[in-house]
């Protein structure tokens, strides 16, 4: 297994510091008061998620878990970046102005990513639910009665247990944060935190997976039953597209297993997506600066902007008008002719 230790990103945050950062922003953003579609919530979220990505593609390239090896075998130091897809699904769902759709496609990659590698390590036995297009190519046989009524206690049953293993978790992670404070910590305690930790999440990605399942429904009947078409809004030259813990496209096809159809990245593919965006610098270009979300001075106005034509509010709706018919009516390279007729 690779150092990770001394694992770098471009612009020489370490692991350490880039997951640690992200964690503040998203304790923050989770224990904050603010409207979750607020301006300065949304850039926090794009933020953390930016953190969480580079700690990923960081992760990927030190090889840091193998398939090949038990939870016991994996340092302490290195389970708390087991969470990464699960805090990126988490994150990606409380995202504003952009299709709803898209956003859940998204966390529910990343959440399935997250609890495939819990199972595979032995931290959780249930079974992780299928992909909606997996599931219709099973051909349902209709139950009888008593099956459906010895189903539905089977599942109260199961919620119930669930219900109490997760109250227990949350009661034992409290305690053990409050162990994590005090000045000296063993490792023992430590390796039970992040444990635990990990478990919660687990809870809370089945959670969120079957809250998906409910409301994609809901986004096709919408789709379907939308009535008039909004005003078409700017197209956005960066989709929604998941970054999962993989090192290459050998990878990807293993840990891709599940969801094949749904589009994930390598760290290769991550870095070059990053690359024409502007966020990484290129091969010829210093490694001294890095533009991330927070640096964007034009990105909290975009957002901004965005939610209004979401909202459909009438002022910008008709700003937005007024500029298509002056487009119309104006030609580019029209006004300014330095003089000439």
């Known amino acids: 297994m690779a150092q990770f230790n001394t694992a770098q990103s471009s612009n020489n945050e370490s692991l350490k510091d880039l997951f640690d950062d992200a964690m503040k922003l998203f304790n923050n953003i989770e224990n904050g008061k603010e409207a979750t579609n607020s301006d300065p919530v949304q ?72 609890l495939t590698r819990c199972k595979n390590y032995g931290l959780t036995d249930l079974e992780i639910p299928q992909c909606s297009e997996d599931s219709q190519t099973i051909i349902s046989r209709p139950q009888s009665e008593q099956a459906k009524i010895v189903s539905m206690v089977q599942t109260r049953e199961a919620k119930i247990k669930r219900y109490k293993e997760a109250k227990e978790l949350k009661d034992k992670l409290a305690n053990l944060t409050k162990a994590m404070s005090l000045p000296s910590v063993d490792e023992e305690t430590k390796r039970e935190y992040s444990k635990t930790m990990l478990l919660n999440y687990v809870n809370q990605a089945f959670d969120e997976l079957a809250s998906i399942e409910q409301e ?22 960066t989709p929604l597209k998941p970054v999962i813990i993989t090192r290459d496209a050998i990878q990807k096809a293993v840990f891709g297993a599940g969801y094949p159809s749904l589009p994930t990245m390598t760290v290769e593919e991550f870095y070059d ?3 024409k965006e502007g966020t990484f610098p290129g091969p010829a270009i210093p490694h001294t600066r890095i533009e991330t979300a927070e640096h964007d001075a034009d990105e909290a106005e975009e957002i901004r902007k965005e939610r209004l034509i979401e909202e459909d509010d009438p002022e910008e709706l008709a700003r937005q008008r007024n500029m298509d018919e002056y487009k119309d009516d104006h030609r580019r390279g029209w006004g300014n002719r330095y003089n000439r007729s």
């Open 273 to 275: 997506k990053r690359v």
């Open 216 to 237: 994609k429904p809901i986004l096709e009947y919408m789709a379907k039953h939308s009535g008039e078409p909004k005003p078409k809004q700017k197209e956005r030259s």
């Open 43 to 114: 850039m926090s979220i794009r933020s953390a998620i930016s953190k969480l990505e580079k700690a990923t593609n960081l992760v990927s390239l030190t090889e840091m878990f193998s398939k090949n090896e038990s939870f016991d075998e994996l340092p302490t130091e290195s389970l708390q970046y087991l969470l990464l897809p699960a805090l990126l699904g988490t994150l990606t769902l409380k995202m504003c102005g952009r299709p709803r759709k898209d956003v859940v496609d998204v966390a529910e990659i990343y959440f399935k990513d997250f």
